[in-house]
């Protein structure tokens, strides 16, 4: 039983558009849901987070959305940088312990 | 130290050795969580200790699998009779203890991981 799931193995987007990564998850008893990046060799990064009372957080390029109803948080990056060139696991917790998504491997052309 | 700390970052082995993977978490941080991924596939959680309570093991995939934090702190894990379906890399991240009033003290912070190779 997958929790949490990002449908879209890959996602292919220009330099200077907007990159749009989705996660849906099944557990109503989330409540922070956080974007991980992770580069090649290396472990993941905390990118950014949204409590569940909070349908949209901002941090720089970086905005997260939530959407409750809809069990669903989406991040958008923009503008893109091929340095974004990466793959997002987004992660959603219940009492500390988090569930991750398949993630997305996003790529950036110049 | 800073961040967390994992070792070694490489091994390989042969198939039927055992191992051990090393991780420091962040200083202060009571919760620790293995995860491991292998090649293609997303982040698969394994066993997470949270302060003196025993431990969450339900990710572990077979008994030759076990973890022990000793002092709250450095954490072993430690894969008996190693098989090649056992290659991946080994994550490691800590945690602060779960604030009612605050979940972003769920936010977990990885290590750098361990590759291991069974030959």
């Known amino acids: 039983d997958q929790q949490v799931k990002q449908n879209s193995p890959s996602l292919s987007v220009q330099e200077g558009r907007i990159s749009i990564l989705n996660c849906d998850y099944t557990?109503?008893?989330?409540?922070?849901f956080l974007w991980y990046k992770k580069y090649p060799a290396e472990g993941p990064t905390f990118l950014i987070s949204i409590s569940s009372i909070k349908d949209k957080n901002e941090d720089g390029r970086f905005t997260v959305f939530l959407n409750k109803s809809a069990k669903h948080l989406s991040l958008h990056i923009v503008p893109s940088q091929p340095g974004d060139s990466a793959v997002y696991f987004c992660a959603a917790s219940a009492w500390g312990k988090l569930t991750f998504g398949q993630g997305t491997i996003l790529t950036v052309h110049p | 130290g800073a961040g967390v700390s994992q070792s070694p970052s490489n091994k390989v082995t042969e198939k039927g050795k055992d191992v051990e993977l090393r991780c420091d978490p962040i200083?202060?941080?009571?919760?620790l969580y293995w995860y491991r991924q292998s090649l293609g596939q997303g982040l698969e959680f394994l066993i997470y200790?949270?302060?003196?309570?025993?431990?969450?093991k339900s990710g572990l995939p077979s008994d030759r699998f076990s973890a022990e934090r000793t002092g709250g702190s450095v954490s072993t894990l430690t894969i008996q009779r190693t098989q090649q379906e056992d290659s991946a890399v080994y994550l490691c991240?800590?945690?602060?203890?779960?604030?009612?009033?605050?979940?972003?003290?769920?936010?977990?912070?990885f290590g750098p991981g361990t590759r291991l190779t069974v030959l």
């Open positions: 991240a800590s945690s602060q203890s779960r604030d009612r009033v605050n979940p972003s003290t769920d936010t977990q912070y």
């Open positions: 200790f949270q302060g003196n309570s025993a431990p969450d």
């Open positions: 200083s202060g941080h009571t919760a």
């Open positions: 557990n109503s008893m989330f409540d922070y």
